[in-house]
Structures are given as C-alpha cells and as structure tokens.
C-alpha cells in the first residue's frame, strides 16, 4: 500500500512536469528538433499517398516538403503525421503537428472559431456529383428523389443538405465513413449518384472498370479552397509558412523551375527572381531565415506547375485539367502576391 | 494510548494507510481533472456545449422523431442516439431467441443438427464482427436494382435499397382501435391471471396463447371495418430514381441487425449451453418419470434453473452487443457515433463530441445492467 501511495506521487510529479510548456516559437521548435511535424492526409491518390518504397508523395506532401527544405534546408526532414478528418484540428491545437496540409477547406468558423490560421488557398475544389449515364439526367439539378452516397467527415454533408434545399428537391442520404465502400455502394446501385469534391470524382472514377458508362455532371456545388493551415499566435511562423506556398506560386509565373532555380539564383535581369531567390533585398532576414530559403524551396520539389502536373496532372491517372487553379493570366484564380 | 502503540495496533495502521491512499488518489485525480481543462482551455480545445444550440444543416435518413437540416446539432444526436437504440433493442431480441434455439439445438441427441450448430458457432465467433457487417450489407446490395424491385401485391418492395412498406396514416376515428387494442390487453391480463387460478384448482390447461392472438387481431380489426376505417395506407408507388411513399427499411439497419444478432448469438448460444449442463441430470429424469413432454421439461423445469447461470454473462452479451453497434459507421447506418462523427466535422468540437458518446453508451449500458440485476434478483434461487 505504501508503494502505490510512492507510485502515485511519482507519477503525479512525472505528468506535472510534462504539461503545460508554452511554445514560444514553433520555428526554434522545429529547428531544435531537426525536423517538420506535418500533417497529411491518411492516404488519398494524388494528394497524400505512399511510392513503391513506402516514401509519402503527393501534392499535399509536396508542400511539406517545400516548407521543410526552406526552414531546415533539407526536404526529406519531416515527420509525417497521418490525420484522419476527425483527428486533424484536434493536432494541430495541441501541437503534435507544426502544420497542416491535408486537403482541408478554408472556412469562416475554421479560421475564426478554431482558432487557425490558413496559409492561402494550394487547391480550388469544388464538390460534384458522378452518375451512371443510364439515368438519362444531364444535370443535377433533376436528382429530385434520388438515393446519394456521401463520404462523411467533410463539409460534404452539408453543401449537400444545402444544394438539395435550396433547389427544393428531396433525396436519401447514404452517408458512409470510408471512400472504398462508399464506392462500393455507388456501383451497386445502392445510391444513384456519388458525392464528394471534384478532385476525389477524377480520382474515384479512374478507378472504375467502366469509367467511360459514368458521367460527372456540370453542377459543382460548392467552393472548396483547400490549403494549409497553422495554429493561430505565432505569426513569424505563419508567415514563413504563407511565402513559402506563395513563392512556389509566384516561381511558375517567373519561369523558375526545378531545373533551373540554381542557376537563376546566381542573379537574373528580373529583380523579382533576384529578391525572391535571395540576391537583392533581404527577404530571407525579414522572415528569420537565411537568403536562399525560396531557392531550397523550389529545388524540393519544383514549382507550383510542377507539382500540380506531377501529382494531379492531365498525365496521371486523375488527369485534372488546372482549371481554376491556373495562373491569373491564364484563365485561373492562383494570384500570389508579390515578393518585394 | 500512546502514538507508538497507535502504530503497533495493527487496525488503527491499516486504516491509517487507507486514508493516506485514499486522499492521495482523490488528490491524483484531482489534479489530473484540473490540469486537463487548462491546458484544453490554453489550447483553445474546449469551449463547452454551446454548440449544441446550433444549427446542423446536413441529413438524416432514419428519424424517429421530427428532423430536417434546420434542425440543431443537439437535435442531430439525439436522432442517433434513438437509432443507436432501436438497433440494440432489435439485436438484444434477435440474439436472445437465435442464441437460446442454437444452445439447445446444440445438446440435440439428433448428430445432424447439433454439428450444424456447431459449425455456425465457431465460425461466427471467430470473424471480426465488422467484417460480418459488411458482408451481410454487401449481400444486400446484391438484391434486385431498384427499377427491377421485387415486389408482393404492389405494395411491399424489395430491393436493394431496402424493403418499403405501406405506412399508416391515423385520422381522428383511429383511436377508437387504440382502445380497443389496450382493452383487449387489459383483458387479456385477467384472463391469465383466471386461467392460472384455475388450473391449481383443477388441473385444467387453459389455450391461452391462441385466445390471445385471436383477440388481439380479431376485435380491433372488427373495430376498423365497423369505423368506415380510419387508418389509410400509403401505399409506395414507383418514382423517377426510388419508390416514393411508406416507410424504408434500409439494408444498412438490416445489415447491421443481421450481423449484430448471429454474432452475438453465438456467444449467447453457449452461455446457454453451460447454463443447461450445470442442471443435475436428475431433474431431466425426476421430470420425465413424472410423464411430463420433453418440451415442457426443457421449459418449466430445466431452462428456470439454467437462467441463473446464464443471466450473468448474458448481460455482457448484451452490453457487448449495444456497443458493437457503433461499427454502424462503417456502412452508413446513422448511429449516434456516425452522427456525432458529422457534428464532430462540422463544429470542430471533438472532445465535447467525444465525451457525449461516452455518457451515452455508459449511461445505456447501466441501463441494461440495472434491468438485468433485477430480473437475476426476481429469478435468484430463494435462501433461507
């Protein structure tokens, strides 16, 4: 009895001195540990998916990677933290993750009431609907009475909720947790359409033995800016964060590649290469890093067009076109601010 | 007395050290309690029920009471804390009988069929219940599409989006039949209690099972054909995507149900057995020298005995099973868990969510135990 009563004790001083430290800063954090905690998706093709050596790739991946060679100067020093959509916000309050980079839409009580903060907007999807072609329907907005399959723990549920209502129209929800059954059930007509954003659409229906009997209807119902996010409060390193993705923006619309980003940090006639890449000004100073920190970024992994075309490209197997997510200037929304 | 033979006093050491551990715990926890909520408060994590107030803007398809997606989140869990229920209820039921057959089935003198139970329950037992659940429910998908439904009469459909009934609408004259129905039970009630009487005294075996049946479907009927029939069905009638009209059960709550009851039936069904083994051959015996039916022997003198040892691990049969449920999320069955999941996602606030779900399943689960002490207390062997 006098052992437990020590035991206790201990264990209480043991668990009084492991809570409760406040980060003062989450760059000498990262930097202290050597490595980037980042938050990623548990696996969804093209966003956060594991190679043939079990490396974690992927445009998700890739951001974390950018981040980490401009903060510790080596892309390959990140902790991948593998989030479901219920155990992502809960990480990043705490501070098991550093950031977070998991397809995750930028929204009003996001931002505001949990607390965060987005970095910008890496991905602008919107939630769709597939259906076979069989039904004879061109839009969806003649879904009155349908059964629909819903992957859950997305704002999917709701857009849905809202789309219906709006439109006066009546449906079955079928909301399932995992993307496996949930197409599972779509094949088997257990549901009549399929929902979920956009990119997951092209993904799932690459899948399907009869791709070319489905069809994915006009209707994107809602705006679903996916980016990375940061806790609120420690502003230096949100900021780090937010140029970084903004240089990889910017980097595509100065032509800087992978290929070539060494050679142009040498110096350029473009002064915005040069300040971006650290040879005019004092970027790298202003943010707490050292002068070249966009240039190890974009050596990572290229840039954003780069990535994009690598990971969700017309080439790969969810062959998506950029769309909105094209430059300004051609024809998208993707406008990064500028780096001076 | 002194302080030292304070100490050597064997009673007043020990209870000394009782306290001493009993404060430190209370302490221990005390401080872990206290520490959590600042810290979740530093962290921005908890910020209390409030939420539940709020409007959930997304869908159900199973509701027992009213709900749409103006409705509130608290509103939301309750709606999945009653399907959580209603699918424990039907499983507990549906586990009980399949579990009592196949336990007696398996002592059959009968090779063939006690075999045959055993193969059921060893295979049952030993696959993951999830994996059961969506074997069951992708046996479901497999039924008829739905613009091939399988159908009785034009009003009862089947298909793989469930099986759709005509429901009943009740106008005002329909409560007539509702008294009739509760009188018939009322009735019903003293009949029991005469035809006991009267079999002590006599020895003569009232039908009552029949009459009952007859009764309780025969004078409400009457009562509806004589009211010019109050209730309407809503028959369904095929629409452009789903039948539209009466009432859908869908292949998620069968699924889960079939799933749920075979599997814990198997576990039941040897609870069963150990509970009519541990009954002294002698009563099986006593029994039948007295020239009563071997059904009637299982039934009045063997399964009484029994109940006593069966009705404890019974009970964690059933709590297993209310909380198995929760696998629902898998395929779609609106449980609570896969409602507090949705509200979880939209509000961010999990730990509130998370803990919501404990109370819930803790304080159904003490439910259930609280009803089945009482019901070991009434059948408990009397000691004097």
């Not at chain 2, 809503?234 to 009209?245: D, M, Y």
Request: proline share 3%.
């Amino acid at each position: 009895m006098k052992l437990n009563l020590i035991r206790f004790a201990a264990m209480a001083i043991i668990t009084l001195l492991s809570f409760g430290t406040a980060h003062a800063s989450t760059l000498n954090d990262v930097k202290a540990a050597g490595h980037l905690k980042c938050g990623i998706n548990t696996g969804l093709p093209g966003f956060a998916f594991t190679d043939d050596k079990g490396n974690w790739n992927g445009f998700d991946v890739a951001f974390c990677r950018a981040l980490a060679a401009a903060v510790l100067g080596n892309p390959d020093k990140v902790k991948y933290v593998n989030l479901t959509g219920k155990t992502r916000f809960p990480a990043l309050a705490s501070g098991e993750i550093d950031v977070l980079s998991r397809n995750t839409t930028w929204t009003f009580s996001r931002d505001v009431d949990l607390g965060f903060t987005f970095l910008g907007v890496s991905y602008y999807d919107g939630q769709g609907f597939i259906g076979r072609k069989s039904l004879g329907i061109k839009s969806a907005k003649e879904l009155d009475g349908a059964s629909v399959c819903i992957q859950t723990g997305t704002t999917t549920e709701l857009n849905l909720a809202d789309f219906f209502r709006s439109n006066n129209m009546k449906y079955e929800p079928v909301p399932i947790e995992t993307n496996a059954e949930a197409r599972a059930g779509y094949l088997a007509e257990r549901c009549d359409v399929y929902t979920t954003d956009a990119s997951g659409l092209a993904a799932t229906k690459s899948t399907f033995k009869d791709a070319e009997n489905h069809m994915v209807f006009p209707e994107i119902i809602s705006k679903e800016p996916l980016g990375p996010l940061v806790r609120q409060g420690d502003d230096q390193w949100a900021d780090i964060a937010r140029w970084t993705l903004n240089a990889l923006i910017v980097a595509e619309e100065l032509g800087v590649t992978k290929a070539n980003v060494n050679e142009k940090a040498k110096g350029t006639k473009n002064p915005e290469i040069n300040r971006m890449l650290g040879k005019e000004g004092s970027m790298g100073k202003m943010l707490g890093l050292d002068a070249t920190w966009a240039v190890r970024a974009i050596a990572a992994g290229g840039n954003y067009a780069e990535i994009f075309d690598k990971y969700l490209g017309t080439k790969t197997p969810l062959g998506l076109s950029r769309g909105l997510n094209a430059l300004y200037k051609d024809g998208g929304i993707l406008y990064a601010p500028p780096i001076r | 007395m002194n302080t030292k033979s304070l100490w050597t006093n064997e009673r007043t050491r020990g209870l000394i050290f009782q306290v001493l551990l009993v404060v430190g715990i209370a302490v221990f926890i005390a401080f872990i309690i206290s520490n959590t909520i600042t810290n979740l408060e530093k962290a921005g994590l908890a910020s209390g029920y409030s939420f539940l107030g709020d409007t959930a803007s997304f869908d159900i398809n199973q509701r027992l009471i009213e709900y749409s997606s103006t409705s509130t989140y608290g509103r939301a869990i309750i709606v999945g804390g009653l399907n959580t229920i209603v699918i424990a209820i039907l499983g507990i039921l549906a586990a009980t009988v399949i579990g009592f057959i196949a336990g007696i089935l398996r002592l059959s003198k009968n090779y063939l069929i006690s075999r045959l139970v055993t193969i059921y329950v060893e295979f049952v037992r030993n696959v993951p219940v999830l994996l059961q659940i969506i074997f069951w429910w992708v046996i479901l998908l497999s039924l008829p599409k739905v613009r091939n439904s399988l159908s009785i009469g034009d009003s009862i459909f089947l298909n793989n989006r469930g099986i759709r009934l005509p429901s009943a609408n009740f106008s005002e004259g329909s409560v007539l039949v509702f008294l009739v129905f509760f009188g018939v039970l009322i009735t019903l009630y003293f009949i029991k209690r005469w035809s006991h009487k009267r079999q002590e005294k006599t020895g003569k075996i009232f039908p009552f099972g029949f009459t009952a049946l007859g009764l309780i479907i025969f004078l409400p009927a009457l009562t509806f054909l004589l009211t010019d029939q109050p209730i309407d069905f809503n028959v369904p009638t095929r629409g452009r995507f789903n039948l539209k009209g009466g009432f859908n059960v869908t292949p998620e709550l069968v699924a889960l149900w079939l799933a749920l009851s075979t599997y814990t039936a198997a576990f039941i069904s040897e609870i069963v057995r150990s509970g009519i083994l541990s009954v002294s051959s002698g009563q099986r015996e006593a029994a039948s020298a007295l020239g009563l039916k071997p059904s009637l022997t299982m039934r009045k003198i063997i399964l009484p005995q029994a109940l006593r040892v069966i009705i404890p691990p019974l009970t964690s049969q059933y709590l297993n099973l209310t909380k198995n449920s929760s696998l629902a999320v898998a395929i779609g069955y609106q449980d609570i868990v896969s409602i507090g999941d949705t509200v979880l996602n939209q509000s961010g606030q999990a730990l509130e969510v998370i803990s919501i779900f404990m109370i819930f399943y803790l304080t159904l689960s003490l439910i259930t135990s609280a009803f089945m002490n009482w019901y070991n207390k009434r059948i408990e062997l009397v000691e004097r």
